[in-house]
């Protein structure tokens, strides 16, 4: 008898084990993980959602470009550029304009890891910033690509 019950015991155990994997969806965990409010969540889920799909996860990073969370735009900025995204390029531009310092600071390192010296006229747009630090990023950043400080010193200018 008692060994009868442990059968079936475990037998309902492998049932509710098999049952719990089918409703768990990685995928789908992750996805909502994207937004939370915590960055270390959103962060992993970054990185799951690429160990899974890879590539195929690049449209809701850069979705993300787009969040109210500052931590979240840096994240999937550094995440886009982390996985060579040159299709994201374009917002992540856009993101140069951003209120938020971080996020400013992120979309340069981003869009220099994407595009090296392509990067260097939206970069110098950026010597003329309301925030010194922003500045002197863009300025740093333009020497370690090679632009001549008379350049830089023009642009800052302009």
Known sequence: M???LLIVIGIACAVIAAAGIMFYNPVSIARRQLYDKDPDVCW????NLFKIRGK???PEFTR???SDNIVTRCLAAKALSYF????SIPEITKLLQDNEIVVRHSDICALVDLEGKKAIPNIKKLLNDKEEIIRQVAEYVLKKLGVPAEEIERAKSK
Do not use: E, F, V
């Open 2 to 4: 008692t060994r009868t």
């Open 44 to 47: 992993n889920a970054i990185t």
């Open 56 to 58: 195929a996860s690049i």
């Open 64 to 66: 993300l470009l787009q």
């Open 84 to 87: 060579g995204d040159k299709i």
